[in-house]
């Protein structure tokens, strides 16, 4: 330890404090309105949409039968409610994570694929997930590059695992959003009635703030040992993207945000209602342009309450004692999310677009677990809707075993157009996937 250096350090300007990460070399071991139409009149851009859910499904009566592939398969009861959209979906099977390990892990590692224990001298460890891949070229021209939608404190009794969304940075991290139909509201349409020159000056004094802390950063690295050093760089690479999301934000100033096409949720929502209700407001972010890229961490153990169901979600997931209970509330589970997901398709569909396509035209929603059913991680439950991505419509895709759940996330990017080299542990892309 260095005694020059102070336990807890702290990037002083004239008017903040920037707390660091703890480092070594500080006595801390590693064990402790519309967007721009830039594209021009006629363009449809692509949106992604994916919904996360924990526990998984119920095996028994939510996947169709693998000798039924292709098109001519029989929807089973647990996606029953969405007979009136089957030309307008797949369901995938086959597809897993090589890297998980965890079956409570329910959505921190779905979308990024990445190896827990990855890094050498990290206790944990994750990648950056696909939707901020997209959203790097799909959200360029929009106000929210992509938006993370949470279930807050119910996430921790739906089987998600750690991580405060789906999504995580390009350094690992996950990033947050609204945890509330009423937050969410209010991050979309919330007029902002502070003069321009006050929002202009507040821009100012941030990126001052974090011009002052750089310098400082490049002052004290001349001071840490190696291995701090590398944990400072990743520290102020999160610096450096709070800079970018200001320049992103400042190109907004003086555009107000668009007419709400609904009104302002109630507080105090839980469960179905609150799910249907973060659907519409997902709608309403795509209608309005304010964002291409979305994620929705669903409440598990909420739904069950909403509907009266008194099983906690974990015994329900692992089919305890009373088994035949946990069965029944295991399917009442997955119908209920069925019939959420069939009203979003509603909505999608009824949302028609100036050439007289609908939004789900030009969609891709994912829906699905990192989790099969109870702590078994293959055969992940994956629902593909929309044509956005070129997907193949209507057909139980039954794809050779443990195939990368990645290798699907990769095969979206291509759909959309972003030619990415690779995503997690993908293998290339899956020509099956596609029309």
Known sequence: MNPALPRRRFLQTSSALIALPFLESLGFRRFASAAPLREGLGFQPKRLLF??????????????????????????????????????????????????????????????????????????????????????????????????????????????????SLSWDSRGKPVGGPTNPVEAFHRLFAKDSTPLDQQKAMFAQRRSILDHAMEEARDLQRTLGKTDNAKLDEYFQGIRDMETRLSRDERWLGIPRPEAPLHEPQPGLAGYEEIKLMYDLMVAALQTDSTRVLTYRQPVSSLLTSLNVKLDS??????????????????????????????????????????????????????????????????????????????????????????????????????????????????????????
């Open 51 to 164: 919904i996360g859910f924990g526990w998984g499904v119920t095996e028994e009566s939510w996947y169709p039968k693998q000798a039924e592939r292709g098109a001519d398969y029989t929807l089973p009861a647990g996606l029953a409610p969405l007979e009136r959209h089957k030309a307008d979906f797949s369901i995938v099977q086959g597809l897993a994570n090589r890297y998980t390990t965890n079956g409570h892990y329910g959505s921190t590692f779905w979308l990024t694929g990445a190896n827990e224990f990855g890094e050498p001298g990290q206790s944990f460890h994750n990648g950056v997930s696909v939707d901020q891949i997209a959203a790097a070229q799909l959200g360029k021209d929009v106000r929210f590059a992509s938006l993370s939608l949470d279930c807050g404190a119910a996430a921790s009794k739906s089987g998600h695992g750690p991580g405060l």
């Open 314 to 435: 974990h015994t329900m997931s692992h089919y305890h004692t009373p088994r035949a209970e946990a069965l029944e509330v295991s399917q009442k589970r997955d119908q209920s999310q069925s019939e959420l997901l069939a009203h979003l398709l509603d909505q999608l569909k009824a949302a028609k677009q100036p050439d007289g396509t609908s939004l789900l035209d030009h969609t891709t929603l994912v829906y699905g677990s990192n989790i099969r059913t109870g702590h078994s991680l293959d055969n992940c439950p994956t629902l593909l809707a929309g044509r956005g991505a070129g997907v193949k419509m209507g057909h139980n895709l039954v794809l050779p075993k443990d195939t990368p759940l990645c290798s699907a996330w990769l095969t979206l990017l291509h759909g959309c157009g972003i030619q990415a080299e690779s995503h997690g542990d993908s293998t290339g892309i899956l020509p099956a996937l596609f029309a």
